[in-house]
Every structure is written in structure tokens, then in C-alpha cells.
């Protein structure tokens, strides 16, 4: 509303009214904004108030949630512990149970074993024995329980009556099955001639195989077992007990069969045979072992039992007719059939079922060579060593002759007719040699050889010098070259040393030392002394050794020389002797001090008596007429003893320089001591040419 301002007093009023009420109106809005934030920082303030009571609740249930998982942690940490705790009271309860499981299966296993109903057929047998045999090896491997000691003792009684029933199964069932073939047999007709013919091999193996077969899983298990020491034992006890029902059933037939064979063949035939027909049985019988023993097959000494008194009956036969046979030649085949034919072809081809043989045959073998041996001795004392020659042996070269007008009328080349011209002692020597080479042992063979060259060569030296008496000594000699180059010649091939070691005991050397005991020079037993006869009584062992080989070279060398010497001296010993004179006078004449001797030895040499030209020209005509008529039959002896062209000239060779050698040994003295007048005139000298040439057309 307007006022009407009359004085000042009222325009100051109205100013002051005025100013009061726009004062008053912005006033009014700033203080409205001022409650208004006032009222806003009482609500801040309160929920500030609020969050701060909120977030020390919020603080509080942390404290508390943190307090809750700890005690969360703690109790879950805890029922771990328990669990792990409770797992390991578990495994321990069943280790512990384990444990005693072996403890309390005694009451078990021995009310099974001790019950009236249980046997090795029982189909629980075989499972309580391999628990049982579980239990004995727990038990031994923890000695440190308490009572295991016990356990075990306890273990081992049930053990041992369990193996007990299987022995007496394996033997029941041995014995029904050897009734049954043995009535099988029987019942077949009886004969026994029949069974050894072959009905044996459908009877005596497959009905046994077939009546046995209910013990194969049993053998099985316990050959299954065979590393423990109990079921080595009674696996050992049932091969015997196989092994002697076996022989019950088989010995018989097999003795027949040997029996047989003995009766009706000759040594050789029936070692054949008898070889051939243990090897037979012994390969039947080890298939029939390998079928109920498959893991014990290879080991020899199982069958042993079985297949030793066989193969002994066989050797029991050929023994008293090894030790009466006294044929060289038929214990020679021996030798080779049971070497060659049935150790060396038959066993090496079937070595693993008739490896039991093996130590008969060759025990068989060893008798063979042994009374081989024996023979061969015997035959070498009797027929070489003590051979009596015949006229008809010594008659040479009578028999030599013989035998090359023989040769010229057969047409045929006859090797009896080059043996008939040899000593016997020499022919027999070689025959014993080529037939014991291959049958004996290197070392026995060995000393054989070397005694028989031995003998051989000393049973020719005797023959030559009887014939060197009968006959000429060249004959004799040509005789000796002859057999020791033939004896040389056939032992050559030979891989052998001809020469043996002999050691003998020398006690000569104690003689001295019992001489100075007697002269007190020495004491019996004083040991401090090299002297003492206690010290030296001991013999000395002296060696020997003796080489056949090269005494007969030696041999051969002396009567080659000797032989070369009697011929040189039947054709130039004339010479020889003129030559031995002149050298005699020559050297009494350097050497004298006798002037009176020297007076007559001083005369020029064909003046001495036994020189002049007419006694040259006589010695001369002398050596000329024997190599005209000697020589040449020197030379028909040696076509006739020595066949080969090349033996002859290396023989006459020496012959032939030593003739030529003489020759120029005169020539050379009569060129010194003689004219040539009568060198040409009255001595007449053939020349070395001329000679030379002569010589070689003799050969």
C-alpha cells in the first residue's frame, strides 16, 4: 500500500520501514538457505554418525569373522589330523591283519591236511599247499615275531605230511600204472619174442603215458616250486620212483633184446646193434620223461637211475668178449663203430635225450682202447720183436728175382706182389701202424709208434746180417737200405713225434754218501749239514728221451756210408792202397833220421818194389776189370733191392766220386813220379773224361 509521506519524520520512517522490510526480504532468503543447510548438516552429521556406528559394527564382525576363521582352520586342521590319523590306525589294523592272516591260517590249513577227506586229488590241495608254502616263507623271512619259531615248526610238520600224501600218490599211481602195462603186456599172449619185437613201443609208452597221466598237473607244481629245498627233494624222490618203475617194466625186455643179440652176432655186430637199441629205448624213455618231468628233462643225472643199469647190461655183455677178442683188426672196427658211427653221428645228433649213454660208451670205448692197446703190444712182442724168420724170408735176392719175373709175366698192377718182397716184420709194422693211427689217443699211439719203429728197425738190422751170412754182405746191406727206406718213407705221413721221454729214480749217488756215514765222515740225520743221507735220500730223476725217427735216419745214414765204402773199396781199393803206401814212404822219408833208411827210401818212387810201372800197370788193370765186371753188378743189386732211379743215384753217387777221386789221386802221382812213356806205354791210365762218362751209363 502507498504511504503518503507528509514530514521528513515520516519520509524517515518509511525509509526505515522500508529498509528494514528489504532487508528483511533478502535476509529472509539467505537465512531460509541458511536452516535449510543447517538442517542438511544435522542429517550429514547424523549419517555420518550412523556410517561411523556402521562401520565400527562392520569392524566388530570382521574381529568376530576373523576370530570364526580361526577357529574354522584350527577345527578343520584338526579333522584332517584325524582323519590322517584314523587312515593310518587303518592301515596299520590291516597290516596287522596281514600279518596274523598268516599267524591264523595254521588252524585252517591243518584242519584241511588233517581231514580224513583231503588227498592229493582234492581240489583244494594244490591252493592250500601254495598258501601253506606262503606261510613257511613269511614266517622264516620275520624270525623276529614272537612264537615264529613255533609257527614255523608247526608250518613244516604240515609241510611235510602234505608232501608226504604226494609221494605216496605219485607212488600209487606209478605202481597202478606199471600193474596195468604189465597186465597189458600179458594179456597181449605172454610171448616174450613178440614184446621185444615192437609191441613194447604201443604198450610199455603209451598205455604208462595214458595210465600215469593224472600226475602230470601234480609234477607240474612241484617242478614249478623246485627252487625251494623241500620240493628239490621230493622232485628228486619221484624221478627215483619213476625211474625204478620204469626199469621194472623195460629191463627185462631189454635184456632179452641184448640177450639176443649176443647169441646170434659177432663183437663188432653186436656193439652195432646193442648201441643201436639202447640208443632206441633210451630216446623213448626220455620222451616219456620229458612228458610227465618237462622242466627236468635237461638235466642227465634225472634219468640216471633209470638208464645206467641198462646201459650197464650192455656194457656187462661186451666186456668178457672185449677182454678175450684178440683180433687186431675186429677191435679196430670197434673202435670205429662206437667213435665214429654211434659217439661222433648218433649222439651228436640227438645229444640231449641220449646224453646218458654217453658215459657208458665211452667207458665202452676206453675198454677197447685199452685192450687195443694191450693187443697191439702183444702183437708188436710176438711178431716183430720176436719174429723167427723162415728160409723163404731170408732168401734174397732169390726172392727178389722171384718177384720181378713175376711182375714182367702179370699184366696187372698187384700190390701183393711189392708186399711179398718185404720182411714180415716190416709189412706187419706198417699194418699195425695204419690201423691203431686212427683208433687210439695221440699220446698212446705216440709211444706205440715209436716202440714199433723201434723194434721194426732192429728186426731188419738182425734179418740183414743173417743174410749178410746166407747171401754176400752187400746183399745184406742193400737188404737193410731197402727196408729203412721203406720204413722211412710210410711212416712220413704219420702226424706224430716218433719219440717218448722215459724218466727212471738214480739212487747211485747215495752209495758215496753211505761210504763216508761208514768212514764217520758224514751223519745220518744231521740236518744242518748238505751231507746228511736224510738230506740226498731222495733219487734222482734222470730223463731220456729216444726218437725212433731219427735213430732209424741214423741208421739208414751208417749203412748207406758203410754200403758206399764196400763198394769203393771192391773197385778201386788197389788204388787205395798204392795211395796209402806212397803217403807212407813219403812221410818216413820227411821224418827219418836213419841214413841208411833214408839211402832206400831216397830212390825215385817207381823204382820202389811196389811201385814200378809193371805193378801200376797190374793195379791199374785190376780197377779197370772191377768196373768192368763188379760195378756193373753192384749196379744190378741196387736195380733189384732199390726200384726208384732217383734213391739209386743219390746211393751211387758218392760211390761214383770216390772211384773218380781215386783215379785222380794216381793220375797225379803218376804225373809226379812217371814218364809219360810209361804213363801211355805200360800203365795205361784211362782218363777222368772216359771214366766219367763210363760211370754214368751204368746207372
Keep these: 500500500m502507498e504511504a503518503v509521506l507528509v514530514n521528513t519524520n515520516q519520509f524517515y520512517k518509511w525509509f526505515t520501514d522500508l529498509e528494514s522490510a528489504l532487508k528483511s526480504e533478502t535476509e529472509e532468503k539467505y537465512r531460509h538457505y541458511v536452516d535449510t543447510l543447517m538442517e542438511r548438516?544435522?542429517?550429514?552429521?547424523?549419517?555420518l554418525q550412523q556410517v561411523d556406528d556402521t562401520l565400527d559394527l562392520f569392524n566388530e564382525l570382521q574381529l568376530q569373522h576373523q576370530a570364526v576363521a580361526t577357529k574354522t582352520k584350527t577345527l578343520h586342521d584338526a579333522c584332517d589330523r584325524l582323519l590322517i590319523e584314523k587312515q593310518r590306525l587303518i592301515e596299520f589294523s590291516e597290516a596287522l591283519r596281514s600279518?596274523?592272516?598268516?599267524?591264523?591260517?595254521?588252524?585252517?590249513?591243518?584242519?584241511?591236511?588233517?581231514?580224513?577227506?583231503?588227498?592229493?586229488?582234492?581240489?583244494?590241495?594244490?591252493?592250500?599247499?601254495?598258501?601253506?608254502?606262503?606261510?613257511?616263507?613269511?614266517?622264516?623271512?620275520?624270525?623276529?615275531y614272537a612264537e615264529s619259531s613255533v609257527y614255523l615248526l608247526k608250518f613244516r610238520q604240515l609241510q611235510s605230511r602234505a608232501l608226504g600224501m604226494i609221494r605216496s600218490h605219485v607212488l600209487a599211481i606209478l605202481k597202478g600204472a606199471s600193474s596195468q602195462v604189465q597186465a597189458a603186456i600179458g594179456s597181449s599172449g605172454g610171448s616174450k619174442a613178440s614184446v621185444s619185437e615192437g609191441v613194447e613201443a604201443s604198450v610199455i609208452y603209451v598205455r604208462f603215458k595214458a595210465a600215469a597221466s593224472e600226475l602230470k598237473p601234480v609234477l607240474e607244481e612241484i617242478e614249478s616250486r623246485a627252487s625251494r629245498k623241500e620240493y628239490t627233494q621230493i622232485l628228486a624222490e619221484c624221478h627215483k620212483l619213476y625211474c625204478e618203475q620204469r626199469l621194472s617194466l623195460v629191463r627185462g625186455i631189454v635184456h632179452q633184446r641184448i640177450s639176443e643179440f649176443a647169441k646170434k652176432e659177432a663183437l663188432p655186430s653186436l656193439t652195432r646193434s646193442g648201441c643201436a637199441y639202447l640208443m632206441q629205448v633210451c630216446q623213448l624213455e626220455h620222451q616219456l620223461f620229458d612228458h610227465f618231468f618237462p622242466s627236468s628233462a635237461e638235466d642227465v643225472s634225472s634219468l640216471a637211475p633209470l638208464i645206467d643199469p641198462l646201459s650197464t647190461y650192455l656194457y656187462d655183455t661186451l666186456r668178457p668178449k672185449l677182454i678175450h677178442e684178440t683180433n687186431i683188426d675186429s677191435l679196430c672196427e670197434l673202435v670205429d663203430i662206437l667213435k665214429v658211427e654211434v659217439l661222433g653221428e648218433q649222439l651228436s645228433r640227438r645229444s640231449e635225450s641220449l646224453a646218458g649213454l654217453r658215459p657208458t660208451l665211452e667207458r665202452i670205448l676206453a675198454d677197447v682202447h685199452e685192450r687195443l692197446t694191450f693187443r697191439a703190444r702183444t702183437h708188436i712182442r710176438d711178431e716183430i720183436a720176436n719174429y723167427l724168420p723162415l728160409d723163404e724170408d731170408l732168401d734174397y735176392p732169390a726172392k727178389l728175382e722171384k718177384a720181378a719175373t713175376d711182375e714182367l709175366e702179370t699184366t696187372s698192377d698187384d700190390e701183393n706182389l711189392v708186399f711179398k718182397t718185404w720182411y714180415p716184420p716190416l709189412e706187419k709194422t706198417l699194418s699195425c701202424l695204419s690201423k691203431l693211427y686212427r683208433c687210439l689217443e695221440p699220446e698212446v699211439f705216440t709211444g706205440l709208434a715209436?716202440?714199433?719203429?723201434?723194434?721194426?728197425?732192429?728186426?731188419?738190422?738182425?734179418?740183414?746180417?743173417?743174410?749178410?751170412?746166407?747171401?754176400?754182405?752187400?746183399?745184406?746191406?742193400?737188404?737193410?737200405?731197402?727196408?729203412?727206406?721203406?720204413l722211412r718213407e710210410k711212416i712220413a705221413p704219420f702226424d706224430i713225434e716218433f719219440s717218448v721221454t722215459h724218466k727212471e729214480l738214480d739212487f747211485s749217488h747215495l752209495l758215496e754218501?753211505?761210504?763216508?756215514?761208514?768212514?764217520?765222515?758224514?751223519?745220518?740225520?744231521?740236518?744242518?749239514?748238505t751231507t746228511s743221507l736224510a738230506r740226498t735220500l731222495s733219487p734222482r730223476v734222470l730223463e731220456s728221451q729216444i726218437d725212433a725217427k731219427k735213430e732209424l735216419e741214423k741208421s739208414l745214414k751208417a749203412t748207406c756210408e758203410e754200403f758206399i765204402m764196400s763198394v769203393t773199396k771192391l773197385v778201386v781199393d788197389p788204388m787205395l792202397s798204392f795211395v796209402t803206401k806212397v803217403t807212407a814212404v813219403k812221410v818216413a822219408m820227411s821224418g827219418s833220421q836213419n841214413q841208411k833208411v833214408e839211402l832206400v827210401m831216397a830212390k825215385p818212387l817207381k823204382d820202389q818194389a811196389f811201385a814200378t810201372p809193371d805193378k801200376v800197370a797190374e793195379l791199374v788193370q785190376k780197377v779197370t776189370t772191377a768196373i768192368h765186371q763188379e760195378l756193373p753188378m753192384v749196379t744190378r743189386k741196387m736195380k733189384l733191392y732199390l726200384q726208384n732211379s732217383s734213391t739209386r743215384t743219390i746211393l751211387f753217387k758218392p760211390i761214383q766220386t770216390n772211384i773218380v777221386e781215386a783215379h785222380v789221386q794216381v793220375q797225379s802221382l803218376l804225373k809226379a813220379e812217371y814218364s809219360p812213356e810209361e804213363i801211355q806205354g805200360m800203365i795205361k791210365m784211362p782218363s777222368i773224361q772216359d771214366l766219367q762218362a763210363q760211370l754214368d751209363t751204368l746207372l
Design 41 to 47: 548438516i544435522q542429517i550429514c552429521d547424523g549419517i
Design 513 to 529: 754218501h753211505l761210504r763216508r756215514i761208514l768212514r764217520g765222515q758224514a751223519s745220518l740225520f744231521d740236518w744242518s749239514r
Design 450 to 486: 715209436q716202440e714199433v719203429v723201434e723194434v721194426c728197425s732192429i728186426s731188419i738190422q738182425k734179418a740183414s746180417k743173417l743174410i749178410a751170412k746166407r747171401s754176400s754182405p752187400m746183399d745184406g746191406q742193400l737188404f737193410l737200405i731197402k727196408h729203412l727206406l721203406i
Design 99 to 144: 600279518k596274523l592272516n598268516y599267524f591264523d591260517e595254521l588252524e585252517n590249513i591243518a584242519t584241511n591236511f588233517y581231514s580224513p577227506n583231503m588227498n592229493v586229488l582234492n581240489e583244494n590241495f594244490l591252493p592250500l599247499l601254495k598258501r601253506l608254502d606262503d606261510c613257511i616263507s613269511y614266517v622264516e623271512s620275520n624270525p623276529q
